[in-house]
């Protein structure tokens, strides 16, 4: 509610601006960088839509802990290698198409859950520090991940396709071919406009997410978990069993972050075992920061803003590198640069705000 | 009643020194016990071990001020990395050789160290209470910042451009010629299979003996006093965000100083993602070593360094030696990360 | 008693949730999975093989298949529909149409059609058999090594 509050209250120009300032300078770049691009609108706006399709999902699943007060969930990883691990099986099966996704999903549901459970108990344990934890919670998972797939797979666990498995008899290839899914939801219900083909039937899993999440604020749960993100003393007062509910938020984040690699998958058609799921957590996290989200707020239009202007970044920066300097590595470099900036920045004011906040509570007590 | 407190002891003994200490330890003396087992030669072990402890020590070692000061783990020594790596580039473009290069590259890395870590000293300060993972970020954003940087700044010198173009640095840059193995080679014991880099554990000795000294001065002490209790040390007139930025310039500055000694070791420069993943093993190898996230000693950098890279060296050969395969960085990767994890779920910690 | 009552109802509603996505699941693997079916023109006991047969599954594009050849149709999911064209002695277009119905555990499956086209009214075991797939020994080391690099990811985002 804190961000319903805040906003009825009248707010200088400057407050505005530095309360905006990551999205403001995403406009800016973009502004400045779609001319010297020289991508035509047709091809931006198809590379928009497709990247909206796969990404939304992804970014939508970090709203929920948010909302329990456990800041920006970098343990989403944990999902996104859940949903590998179940496209890995499910391609072994020779299992395709929509069939093939949503088996996927279902298979990755109790590898999500029980991760999710182990990571928020683990953030329990780490209250006020729940993101440096998450982050990693995610590279030591990431270690156990690798355990699993690299030597487990074919030797203990059975994967029977010599396409997948390492000549050496165990463990699964550094790409994972998902020809027998690529786009199959995309092209579900084809539809073009000016050139660009849209994915219909991801963003209806999208919407239908979007309404799940409205939905859930206003659940029994949902409503407890604000009390949680406001305050966990207030909250435990009030009788709700704060752990609990705190690791139900990760729960539910990280099965919709399974998800959501699997829809992003399915999109990209190869599965790159040993790094897709590696950088998923910060990509979607900057895009989230980038929409004007703050670590204890955000909302559904933050998503949807944000991955826009990040991805719109993200497609023009290497060319922009090139016609500027002559070198696409450089742009490359840069919208790296501009991820990690932008979480750093991101953080950073989200800091300096809580502490003047503290400062003016005090103040006033 | 006797057994009663002797597992009292035992059980208070254990949680002192840490469950996944014992672990890792136990780990490490079984590797050297089944090591002639899987043909691997003990003393070659002990070598690989120490040529990484004094590869690493000082990066570790860049940890204790920050910790002091009640910064937290400073998972921002990317930055005090990158300040290295512009000593030790500008040390080659200008052409220095053998011991003083070695000098030289400490020499240009210290202006940026100071003024980069004191940059990033006042933005801690803005912070309180978040530092870790801004730090972590501001360590990545200034390695992908440098990533440009690297491309675009005036490097001419030719073993270090790129050929065909003649501008941007190259990813791995050779010291040979300049201060490779200056500190490796000095008084570099031998005796069979045994070889004991000397100079530049000697180094590290006189690092580590300046900062026992330096923390023991008045300002050392003020320093530990805004860490344990910063109401007390502002009370009795210490300015307690001049000593967190003093406390972040110390550990930027050596976060330099470890590259470089890194580097004289390794044998290569590596720039652009090369100082990305720097951060974690230092930090996990002082938590190894007892540390937690605001208490550090300087037995901790040695202890935690020793139990770190003995692991890292004995694991792949005895794993290979023994089982014909390699899981040895799927256990640098759980044990380092685990190591951190422990750390910041402690309960003695959950306060800060 | 209230609560006794309330968490019993929840339970078995978490456990007919559970089942019935384990259903969804098994369902999806059935309608899901690929088979290979290779349509096999040679000799089959004492049926010689057709100078040439279109063959058709579940109204695709005809595949011809000559004399002695051997082709292969990949489908997915259990139940289709066959479609068999062919000329017989009297230089008469004939067709069969059966309906398929394959095992789940099978990956490969062979499809003897000179048995089918001599026997059309035969149970399906007789034609459409298990057939053991050669392991298709991978020489090349192409992705056999390993990238675990976290930073590897930035490129291919």
């Given at each position: 509610m804190r961000g319903e509050s805040s906003m009825n209250v009248k707010k200088s120009p400057k407050e505005l601006l530095i309360n905006n300032l990551v999205p403001i300078l995403f406009i800016l770049i973009c502004a400045f960088g779609i001319p010297l691009s020289g991508y035509s609108g047709s091809y931006l706006l198809n590379e928009i839509l497709s990247r909206l399709g796969r990404n939304s999902f992804l970014v939508l699943s970090l709203l929920i802990p948010v909302m329990a007060g456990m800041?920006?969930?970098?343990?989403m990883t944990l999902g996104a290698m859940a949903g590998q691990i179940a496209l890995i099986l499910v391609t072994d099966w020779n299992v395709v198409g929509i069939p093939a996704m949503v088996l996927a999903a279902l298979i990755s549901m109790p590898v999500s859950v029980f991760l999710g459970w182990l990571c928020g108990n683990i953030l329990n344990r780490a209250k006020g520090r729940e993101m440096v934890t998450g982050y990693i919670i995610s590279f030591f998972m990431n270690g156990v991940y690798q355990l699993v797939v690299?030597?487990?797979?074919?030797?203990?666990?059975?994967?029977?396709s010599s396409a997948l498995v390492l000549p050496r008899g165990y463990g699964i290839r550094n790409t994972v071919n998902l020809e027998g899914m690529r786009k199959s939801l995309d092209n579900l219900i084809p539809l073009n406009i000016f050139g660009a083909s849209v994915p219909v039937a991801t963003f209806i899993l999208v919407a239908i997410f979007c309404l799940i999440i409205i939905w859930f604020r206003r659940t029994k749960l949902g409503q407890d978990m604000r009390a949680v993100g406001q305050d966990m003393e207030v909250a435990r007062q009030a009788g709700i069993k704060v752990e609990r509910t705190r690791v139900l938020s990760i729960i539910i984040s990280t099965v919709f972050a399974g998800f959501g690699m699997i829809i992003y998958l399915q999109n990209i058609g190869?599965?790159?075992?040993?790094?897709?799921?590696?950088?998923i957590g910060m990509f979607s996290i900057a895009a989230l920061l980038v929409g004007g989200a703050s670590v204890d707020k955000a909302n559904i239009r933050n998503v949807f803003i944000g991955i826009i202007l990040f991805h719109l970044m993200f497609t023009i920066a290497p060319t922009v590198g090139r016609n500027l300097i002559g070198e696409a590595q450089l742009g490359e470099y840069f919208r790296v640069f501009v991820s990690y900036g932008v979480i750093t920045l991101a953080l950073v004011l989200y800091e300096v705000r809580k502490r003047r906040e503290q400062r003016k509570a005090l103040e006033e007590a | 009643m006797d057994t009663a407190v002797i597992k009292e002891k035992a059980s208070q003994a254990l949680k002192s020194f840490g469950l996944p200490r014992l672990i890792i330890t136990l780990f490490l003396l079984l590797l050297f016990i089944i090591a002639p087992l899987a043909n691997v030669n003990i003393a070659s072990g002990v070598s690989d071990m120490l040529t990484r402890f004094g590869m690493n020590s000082i990066l570790v070692l860049a940890m204790v001020p920050m910790v002091h000061s009640g910064?937290?783990?400073?998972?921002?020594i990317p930055l005090g990395i990158i300040s290295g790596l512009l000593g030790a580039t500008m040390t080659i473009e200008f052409g220095f050789t053998g011991f003083p290069s070695f000098l030289m590259a400490i020499l240009f890395a210290t202006p940026f160290a100071i003024i980069l870590g004191a940059g990033y000293g006042l933005l801690l300060n803005k912070v309180k209470g978040g530092e870790m993972m801004i730090a972590t970020y501001v360590g990545f954003s200034s390695v992908a910042f440098m990533c440009i940087m690297w491309l675009l700044?005036?490097?001419?010198n030719p073993t270090m451009v790129w050929g065909y173009a003649g501008t941007g640095l190259r990813t791995t840059i050779s010291v040979e010629g300049a201060y490779l193995g200056v500190l490796d080679d000095f008084l570099r014991i031998e005796i069979g299979h045994l070889a004991i880099p000397t100079g530049t554990i000697l180094f590290f000795a006189l690092l580590a003996l300046l900062m026992w000294l330096f923390l023991r001065t008045k300002t050392g002490t003020a320093m530990t006093a805004v860490g344990s209790n910063p109401v007390f040390a502002t009370a009795s007139g210490v300015s307690v965000d001049r000593m967190r930025t003093l406390s972040v310039i110390i550990s930027t500055w050596l976060g330099a100083v470890g590259i470089i000694v890194y580097e004289q070791s390794f044998g290569f420069i590596q720039l652009?993602?090369?100082?990305?993943?720097?951060?974690m093993p230092a930090v996990s190898a002082i938590l190894l070593g007892g540390a937690s996230v605001n208490k550090a000693s300087i037995a901790n950098v040695v202890i935690g360094t020793l139990l770190f890279q003995g692991i890292l060296t004995m694991t792949p050969s005895v794993m290979n030696g023994l089982?014909?395969?390699?899981i040895s960085e799927v256990i640098r990767i759980i044990v380092s990360n685990g190591m951190i994890l422990y750390a910041l779920t402690r309960k003695q910690e959950a306060s800060r | 008693m209230v609560l006794d009552f309330y968490k019993k109802r929840s339970f078995w509603i978490r456990v007919a949730v559970i089942a019935l996505l384990i259903a969804l699941g098994v369902w999806m693997f059935f309608i899901g999975k690929q088979h290979t079916i290779l349509l096999d023109n040679n000799r089959s006991g004492d049926y010689r093989p057709l100078d040439e047969v279109a063959v058709s599954i579940d109204g695709s594009e005809p595949l011809d298949i000559w004399s002695r050849m051997r082709d292969q149709m990949i489908v997915t999911g259990q139940g289709h529909t066959l479609t068999v064209t062919y000329v017989d002695d009297n230089w008469q277009e004939q067709t069969i149409t059966r309906e398929l119905d394959i095992p789940v555990g099978e990956v490969y499956m062979l499809l003897s059609l000179p048995y089918l086209i001599n026997n059309?009214?035969?149970?399906q075991e007789e034609w459409l058999t298990h057939f053991e797939s050669q392991?298709?020994?991978?020489?090349?080391?192409?992705?056999?090594?390993i990238v675990t690099d976290e930073t590897a990811a930035f490129s291919s985002f």
């Amino acid at each position: 509610m804190r961000g319903e509050s805040s906003m009825n209250v009248k707010k200088s120009p400057k407050e505005l601006l530095i309360n905006n300032l990551v999205p403001i300078l995403f406009i800016l770049i973009c502004a400045f960088g779609i001319p010297l691009s020289g991508y035509s609108g047709s091809y931006l706006l198809n590379e928009i839509l497709s990247r909206l399709g796969r990404n939304s999902f992804l970014v939508l699943s970090l709203l929920i802990p948010v909302m329990a007060g456990m800041g920006m969930n970098f343990g989403m990883t944990l999902g996104a290698m859940a949903g590998q691990i179940a496209l890995i099986l499910v391609t072994d099966w020779n299992v395709v198409g929509i069939p093939a996704m949503v088996l996927a999903a279902l298979i990755s549901m109790p590898v999500s859950v029980f991760l999710g459970w182990l990571c928020g108990n683990i953030l329990n344990r780490a209250k006020g520090r729940e993101m440096v934890t998450g982050y990693i919670i995610s590279f030591f998972m990431n270690g156990v991940y690798q355990l699993v797939v690299l030597y487990m797979m074919g030797s203990i666990i059975p994967i029977s396709s010599s396409a997948l498995v390492l000549p050496r008899g165990y463990g699964i290839r550094n790409t994972v071919n998902l020809e027998g899914m690529r786009k199959s939801l995309d092209n579900l219900i084809p539809l073009n406009i000016f050139g660009a083909s849209v994915p219909v039937a991801t963003f209806i899993l999208v919407a239908i997410f979007c309404l799940i999440i409205i939905w859930f604020r206003r659940t029994k749960l949902g409503q407890d978990m604000r009390a949680v993100g406001q305050d966990m003393e207030v909250a435990r007062q009030a009788g709700i069993k704060v752990e609990r509910t705190r690791v139900l938020s990760i729960i539910i984040s990280t099965v919709f972050a399974g998800f959501g690699m699997i829809i992003y998958l399915q999109n990209i058609g190869t599965l790159n075992t040993y790094n897709s799921h590696s950088q998923i957590g910060m990509f979607s996290i900057a895009a989230l920061l980038v929409g004007g989200a703050s670590v204890d707020k955000a909302n559904i239009r933050n998503v949807f803003i944000g991955i826009i202007l990040f991805h719109l970044m993200f497609t023009i920066a290497p060319t922009v590198g090139r016609n500027l300097i002559g070198e696409a590595q450089l742009g490359e470099y840069f919208r790296v640069f501009v991820s990690y900036g932008v979480i750093t920045l991101a953080l950073v004011l989200y800091e300096v705000r809580k502490r003047r906040e503290q400062r003016k509570a005090l103040e006033e007590a | 009643m006797d057994t009663a407190v002797i597992k009292e002891k035992a059980s208070q003994a254990l949680k002192s020194f840490g469950l996944p200490r014992l672990i890792i330890t136990l780990f490490l003396l079984l590797l050297f016990i089944i090591a002639p087992l899987a043909n691997v030669n003990i003393a070659s072990g002990v070598s690989d071990m120490l040529t990484r402890f004094g590869m690493n020590s000082i990066l570790v070692l860049a940890m204790v001020p920050m910790v002091h000061s009640g910064c937290g783990l400073n998972f921002g020594i990317p930055l005090g990395i990158i300040s290295g790596l512009l000593g030790a580039t500008m040390t080659i473009e200008f052409g220095f050789t053998g011991f003083p290069s070695f000098l030289m590259a400490i020499l240009f890395a210290t202006p940026f160290a100071i003024i980069l870590g004191a940059g990033y000293g006042l933005l801690l300060n803005k912070v309180k209470g978040g530092e870790m993972m801004i730090a972590t970020y501001v360590g990545f954003s200034s390695v992908a910042f440098m990533c440009i940087m690297w491309l675009l700044l005036p490097y001419d010198n030719p073993t270090m451009v790129w050929g065909y173009a003649g501008t941007g640095l190259r990813t791995t840059i050779s010291v040979e010629g300049a201060y490779l193995g200056v500190l490796d080679d000095f008084l570099r014991i031998e005796i069979g299979h045994l070889a004991i880099p000397t100079g530049t554990i000697l180094f590290f000795a006189l690092l580590a003996l300046l900062m026992w000294l330096f923390l023991r001065t008045k300002t050392g002490t003020a320093m530990t006093a805004v860490g344990s209790n910063p109401v007390f040390a502002t009370a009795s007139g210490v300015s307690v965000d001049r000593m967190r930025t003093l406390s972040v310039i110390i550990s930027t500055w050596l976060g330099a100083v470890g590259i470089i000694v890194y580097e004289q070791s390794f044998g290569f420069i590596q720039l652009y993602m090369g100082p990305f993943n720097m951060a974690m093993p230092a930090v996990s190898a002082i938590l190894l070593g007892g540390a937690s996230v605001n208490k550090a000693s300087i037995a901790n950098v040695v202890i935690g360094t020793l139990l770190f890279q003995g692991i890292l060296t004995m694991t792949p050969s005895v794993m290979n030696g023994l089982i014909q395969m390699d899981i040895s960085e799927v256990i640098r990767i759980i044990v380092s990360n685990g190591m951190i994890l422990y750390a910041l779920t402690r309960k003695q910690e959950a306060s800060r | 008693m209230v609560l006794d009552f309330y968490k019993k109802r929840s339970f078995w509603i978490r456990v007919a949730v559970i089942a019935l996505l384990i259903a969804l699941g098994v369902w999806m693997f059935f309608i899901g999975k690929q088979h290979t079916i290779l349509l096999d023109n040679n000799r089959s006991g004492d049926y010689r093989p057709l100078d040439e047969v279109a063959v058709s599954i579940d109204g695709s594009e005809p595949l011809d298949i000559w004399s002695r050849m051997r082709d292969q149709m990949i489908v997915t999911g259990q139940g289709h529909t066959l479609t068999v064209t062919y000329v017989d002695d009297n230089w008469q277009e004939q067709t069969i149409t059966r309906e398929l119905d394959i095992p789940v555990g099978e990956v490969y499956m062979l499809l003897s059609l000179p048995y089918l086209i001599n026997n059309p009214d035969s149970p399906q075991e007789e034609w459409l058999t298990h057939f053991e797939s050669q392991a298709v020994a991978v020489t090349s080391d192409e992705g056999s090594d390993i990238v675990t690099d976290e930073t590897a990811a930035f490129s291919s985002f």
